[in-house]
């Protein structure tokens, strides 16, 4: 009896072979230099379609993030009666995403210092952090939700660095100085429950 074969996966999309092509590239051949015409063409994707659906190597960055985003928002909003573990398992559920682009991204961080592109993606941060605490049943409006959203973000920066070394596959050693970092923020600013004071658990 003739074997089965198996059905094809459809192509991936323009944009989709695009990020996958800058993470690539950045991984084997560095950041620094990289360009969205050597991008194209390893996605091949003709320049002016690349063109047209992103400006710049840091427009696909933007791109991948808000996939990232997409990923987290998937699994719903995290329940639970303790604000800081619900924001414990939304940051996991986001490097959990991130790790395996790791070595790519150790890279472009590393490479996009003193960039000022890389100052003007902190908007997109910022607006990814706010979803985050939308994951966590946390409000993010208002002056409340901005302070909150800028303390979020600082600790998910100052994670990053233990979560590239992290070589181990359940990230245990990230999940370690995640744990610590918001326990430290929760009792030198009172980030966790003064800010959260009234917001009811959502299980």
Same mark, same amino acid.
């Given at each position: ?67 990232? @985003? =997409?990923?987290?928002?998937? $699994? ?5 009666? &303790?604000? /800081?573990? #619900? ?78 070394? @992290? =070589?181990?596959?359940?990230? $245990? ?5 995640? &744990?610590? /970092?918001? #326990? ?20």
């Amino acid at each position: 009896m003739p074997a089965k074969r198996r059905a094809k996966s459809p192509p991936k999309p323009a944009s989709q072979r695009l990020i996958d092509a800058t993470l690539s590239l950045a991984e084997s051949q560095g950041w620094r230099r990289l360009d969205m015409a050597a991008i194209a063409a390893a996605a091949d994707v003709p320049l002016d379609e690349a063109h047209s659906l992103y400006r710049s190597k840091y427009a696909v960055l933007s791109a991948f993030r808000h996939g990232i @985003d =997409e990923a987290v928002l998937a $699994g719903g909003v995290v329940t639970g009666d &303790d604000p /800081r573990d #619900r924001l414990f398992d939304v940051l996991m559920r986001r490097l959990e995403a991130l790790q395996p682009y790791r070595a790519s991204l150790r890279i472009i961080l590393r490479e996009s210092v003193g960039d000022p592109a890389l100052i003007r993606s902190v908007p997109g941060l910022m607006r990814s952090m706010s979803w985050m605490l939308g994951a966590a049943g946390l409000p993010s409006g208002g002056c409340r939700g901005h302070l909150s959203c800028r303390a979020l973000a600082a600790l998910y920066v100052s994670l990053l660095p233990t979560f590239y070394r @992290d =070589e181990s596959t359940d990230l $245990g050693t990230t999940m370690v100085a995640l &744990d610590r /970092r918001l #326990r430290q923020v929760e009792s030198m600013l009172g980030f966790l429950k003064p800010v959260f004071s009234g917001v009811k658990s959502t299980s």
